[in-house]
């Protein structure tokens, strides 16, 4: 267990919600029914993306929260004198001594791959708690969720070995849109992250060179300060000289001095990792010819440059041009730089990194903002927080949708629910299954009736070869009932299962959607729910 | 000035950055230019949302970020172990001595309506710190200014007199993405929020009452804990027998008994706010005349109800069929009810709230949150942070995009700016002109010679009968050098410079874009350092 396990941002506490929350928890304790007990589901209904595989993320940020809970003076002041004044006085003491020990939340285990329906969390204790949770639950598993699903696809599209960075934080929404979007995309599959205080707090690999402010801000060669760098040995050499020699022997005369100067002055700042953005004034008249000096100046010294970075421009024609030159480059030194790393961003988003593919690209790694924080595709998962039993009687909506159409609609899968994962004999998952959750699990090597939620008509047999169980008791007692794994061991977690999962369900185009069942039991469940509580429309 | 002039969030910090800006610093420090005078612009290059105006926002958080800002002993620590280890010693102490004493920054008020290319942030100093403020200046501008102006757009689309609350903090970017979408949604025109925690910071009203499940929590009329409700004069009455008279006398037999027994509840617990969410099973067989029979009960014990919520089905149309219900509700009882609030909410935007318009609806306000906060029409605003001056000399990048078409592209308008909106003698903004900083100010009843930015044949002169500088200094000395005005004043400036803006560069379909000319010196600049900074290509 971490020491300190607070929320990361500060700002999440009690009032972290939407006023309805309180006003309802009101109306419950007035009603005397805030301790009946309540069983809430936190789920989604579509996959994002039009795709048909989604990563859960969020538990642990979620748990935090629900470990902290409690309201302070100070919250319960805003209330009383801003937000909900005028209530019977016992009610803001009553406040006070609202915390999460009576409630049980069940989950899958942080990384897991999830699909329509499943319970992201199940929440089960006094109505009130339930209630209070839901907008802080779905804030921090919805976005979270989204983001990671996203840094998956991307890492799908580019392949596993590209070196995958996220340079989000300018785009991001607030603040810790950012940080949230550093630790999300870096569970979904990415490397490392711009964003140096998200390095800082969840120890993730941190990354980045120069803007192109840093090479105008060198306006001739005279700004450099010295000419020296010692080699790998501690010898001093005119590096400058040398640099300006090879320039000369290469006949790059037309390049900006301005560049050059500002990719030496890097050089000498961190000559083990030189990466040059090599865009700023012309890239391949320029900038390659510029780093090519410099890189070839450091190899002579002893260090290994690293590469390139590109900004702009057509990236995939681009990246070619840049390898044809590293060819070549360094080769009259006895310098190879054709594998230096061409570094790409620019827009990038999962349907460009498809496209770079089919153009055979050479870029060896992507810097990612915007449309990986923003989840431009899809901006929001669209998770919601329902109850679905008070009491042990099963509870649904029925919506207006609902009624209005044939399908599914927005209609809830009542009463409280588990669910299961169930493998092929090739170790590979078919199927998942949602049962309530005191029915008997399914087992290996034995037949499972399954049957589609909303079409009795649809049925099938699965005799799995192993079942795992995919939500667990995560919190009990007042406590975190499970460990929870560093963000490391998240990510793998991903990785393997996505290499796991059959490719028809990961395919960016049309995807085949994963099943997800129920059992004969919690569909007639559904169905009688649905008749009860509808009444028959009166149409005139 | 406020007392506690620090940012928000606390996360925000100085590792709320970019690691290149930090290696940045450390290769300006190491060559010796990290104090040369630097000028760099915050501008972006288009309006958000296929639109033709942009409210500015953020610059308040800016500021708290500057005022606080310097390196911690932890961060300091981070650096020199994790993020940037074995960089000469020297450099993490200098660090230390980091701050904004030396920096002027120019802005716009808070809430000015700005266009392309108009610096929003013009920061002026030594360039490590110039160039150390670049993400969070970007972070902290583009996200509120992205979302100020959707708010402003959907309180166009929606009209004035609608009451429109932000929903977004559970589908919001994190945390403080749901605080920071709070903040300038009402910046941009909303009426209120449903997170508390934003209310509590800002002061933002907060609006909020039931989910689904009150409604589903209360399975039946036994569940209520006392028929008693007191009137407005304390004399207690059987209210639980006065509305189920009602609904035997109106025969709303077959409404749901649980969703009645949750509006009583709700009723008792608010007689002054009784807002009823009503599509739980049926809008209209079942939650609008549960909504009348307790309407009607509470307006005979002198309390006035205020409406129902409707969050589901074809809003339009149930809007109407409420509307036509509310008419005769409670008429047999002396009740008026006709203007009793309806309120929306359900993946509404900025078009479906035209497409209601259009539908003649009969909605009174609005619960907007997903496409409010995600910006889901364009997520990210995409504002940029250029070095445009060093040491005197005006600096520009030259984008491979540049290179590459004959458009302006990415190109970036150099030198030390400032911006003049000129009004016509209607008293309406006719256009904004550009100008190096050192340049007179246009005057009002004076010809003003004016440029376009990237093509040089066209140019107008404009006689203002007004002239408004755009940039103030907000920064200075180590001070904020302005009033810092509370949210209720810049939204109140918001809409009256919308008010006051020709409503051909408001409108939703093919506005027509406000003019940003240059002066003529500011245009012979930026061709100038074109020509200069661009090699001719040699293509073979």
Same mark, same amino acid.
């Given at each position: 267990?971490?020491?300190?396990?607070?929320?990361?941002?500060?700002?999440?506490?009690?009032?972290?919600?939407?006023?309805?929350?309180?006003?309802?928890?009101?109306?419950?304790?007035?009603?005397?029914?805030?301790?009946?007990?309540?069983?809430?589901?936190?789920?989604?209904?579509?996959?994002?993306?039009?795709?048909?595989?989604?990563?859960?993320?969020?538990?642990?940020?979620?748990?935090?929260?629900?470990?902290?809970?409690?309201?302070?003076?100070?919250?319960?002041?805003?209330?009383?004198?801003?937000?909900?004044?005028?209530?019977?006085?016992?009610?803001?003491?009553?406040?006070?001594?609202?915390?999460?020990?009576?409630?049980?939340?069940?989950?899958?285990?942080?990384?897991?791959?999830?699909?329509?329906?499943?319970?992201?969390?199940?929440?089960?204790?006094?109505?009130?708690?339930?209630?209070?949770?839901?907008?802080?639950?779905?804030?921090?598993?919805?976005?979270?969720?989204?983001?990671?699903?996203?840094?998956?696809?991307?890492?799908?599209?580019?392949?596993?070995?590209?070196?995958?960075?996220?340079?989000?934080?300018?785009?991001?929404?607030?603040?810790?849109?950012?940080?949230?979007?550093?630790?999300?995309?870096?569970?979904?599959?990415?490397?490392?992250?711009?964003?140096?205080?998200?390095?800082?707090?969840?120890?993730?690999?941190?990354?980045?060179?120069?803007?192109?402010?840093?090479?105008?801000?060198?306006?001739?060669?005279?700004?450099?300060?010295?000419?020296?760098?010692?080699?790998?040995?501690?010898?001093?050499?005119?590096?400058?000289?040398?640099?300006?020699?090879?320039?000369?022997?290469?006949?790059?005369?037309?390049?900006?001095?301005?560049?050059?100067?500002?990719?030496?002055?890097?050089? +000498?700042?961190?000559?083990?990792?030189?990466?040059?953005?090599?865009?700023?004034?012309?890239?391949?008249?320029?900038?390659?010819?510029?780093?090519?000096?410099?890189?070839?100046?450091?190899?002579?010294?002893?260090?290994?440059?690293?590469?390139?970075?590109?900004?702009?421009?057509?990236?995939?024609?681009?990246?070619?041009?840049?390898?044809?030159?590293?060819?070549?480059?360094?080769?009259?030194?006895?310098?190879?730089?054709?594998?230096?790393?061409?570094?790409?961003?620019?827009?990038?988003?999962?349907?460009?990194?498809?496209?770079?593919?089919?153009?055979?690209?050479?870029?060896?790694?992507?810097?990612?903002?915007?449309?990986?924080?923003?989840? +431009?595709? +899809?901006?929001?998962?669209?998770?919601?927080?329902?109850?679905?039993?008070?009491?042990?009687?099963?509870?649904?909506?029925?919506?207006?949708?609902?009624?209005?159409?044939?399908?599914?609609?927005?209609?809830?899968?009542?009463?409280?629910?588990?669910?299961?994962?169930?493998?092929?004999?090739?170790?590979?998952?078919?199927?998942?299954?949602?049962?309530?959750?005191?029915?008997?699990?399914?087992?290996?090597?034995?037949?499972?009736?399954?049957?589609?939620?909303?079409?009795?008509?649809?049925?099938?047999?699965?005799?799995?070869?192993?079942?795992?169980?995919?939500?667990?008791?995560?919190?009990?007692?007042?406590?975190?009932?499970?460990?929870?794994?560093?963000?490391?061991?998240?990510?793998?977690?991903?990785?393997?299962?996505?290499?796991?999962?059959?490719?028809?369900?990961?395919?960016?185009?049309?995807?085949?959607?994963?099943?997800?069942?129920?059992? +004969?039991?919690?569909?007639?469940?559904?169905?009688?729910?649905?008749?009860?509580?509808?009444?028959?429309?009166?149409?005139?």
């Amino acid at each position: 267990m971490k020491k300190n396990f607070k929320p990361t941002n500060p700002l999440v506490g009690a009032l972290f919600t939407d006023l309805y929350e309180l006003t309802m928890a009101y109306g419950y304790w007035k009603a005397g029914i805030d301790q009946d007990h309540a069983v809430f589901d936190l789920f989604f209904r579509h996959c994002p993306f039009g795709g048909e595989f989604t990563v859960y993320a969020g538990l642990e940020e979620n748990l935090r929260l629900v470990s902290n809970f409690h309201f302070r003076k100070s919250d319960i002041e805003h209330l009383e004198q801003v937000a909900m004044p005028g209530l019977e006085p016992e009610f803001y003491k009553y406040l006070e001594t609202l915390d999460f020990s009576g409630t049980k939340i069940y989950a899958p285990r942080e990384g897991t791959l999830v699909f329509p329906r499943i319970p992201l969390l199940r929440v089960e204790g006094p109505l009130v708690m339930g209630q209070i949770l839901e907008t802080a639950a779905l804030n921090q598993t919805n976005y979270p969720t989204l983001i990671a699903t996203n840094a998956a696809r991307m890492r799908l599209a580019a392949g596993p070995n590209k070196l995958m960075v996220e340079f989000g934080l300018r785009r991001s929404q607030g603040p810790d849109g950012g940080i949230s979007a550093s630790r999300y995309a870096y569970i979904g599959g990415f490397d490392g992250t711009s964003n140096v205080l998200a390095g800082q707090l969840f120890g993730i690999p941190e990354k980045g060179t120069m803007a192109h402010s840093f090479a105008q801000a060198f306006t001739s060669l005279a700004k450099l300060k010295t000419p020296i760098l010692k080699d790998k040995s501690g010898k001093e050499h005119d590096f400058v000289g040398l640099v300006l020699k090879i320039r000369n022997e290469l006949g790059f005369t037309q390049t900006n001095d301005g560049e050059l100067a500002a990719f030496i002055a890097y050089a +000498q700042a961190f000559p083990n990792n030189f990466l040059a953005l090599v865009d700023t004034y012309n890239t391949l008249e320029s900038g390659v010819p510029n780093f090519i000096c410099v890189a070839t100046a450091l190899s002579l010294l002893g260090y290994k440059p690293i590469g390139v970075r590109i900004d702009s421009g057509d990236l995939a024609k681009l990246s070619k041009q840049i390898r044809r030159a590293f060819e070549t480059g360094g080769y009259s030194y006895g310098v190879d730089l054709f594998k230096q790393s061409i570094f790409a961003s620019n827009s990038i988003n999962e349907k460009i990194l498809r496209s770079l593919n089919e153009q055979e690209h050479e870029i060896n790694g992507f810097g990612i903002g915007e449309n990986l924080v923003t989840c +431009q595709a +899809q901006p929001a998962l669209g998770g919601v927080y329902k109850l679905v039993e008070i009491n042990g009687r099963s509870r649904r909506k029925i919506s207006e949708d609902t009624v209005q159409s044939k399908s599914a609609g927005k209609t809830t899968i009542p009463g409280r629910k588990t669910a299961y994962r169930l493998f092929g004999k090739n170790g590979k998952p078919l199927a998942d299954i949602m049962t309530g959750a005191s029915e008997a699990a399914p087992k290996a090597g034995e037949k499972t009736f399954c049957i589609n939620p909303f079409d009795g008509n649809i049925r099938v047999h699965i005799t799995p070869s192993k079942v795992l169980e995919l939500h667990e008791l995560v919190w009990d007692k007042g406590k975190i009932a499970v460990n929870l794994p560093p963000l490391k061991e998240i990510r793998q977690y991903v990785s393997d299962q996505l290499a796991n999962m059959p490719a028809e369900h990961l395919r960016a185009d049309n995807p085949t959607p994963y099943p997800v069942w129920v059992s +004969q039991k919690l569909y007639d469940t559904t169905r009688e729910l649905l008749a009860k509580e509808t009444p028959t429309r009166e149409i005139n």
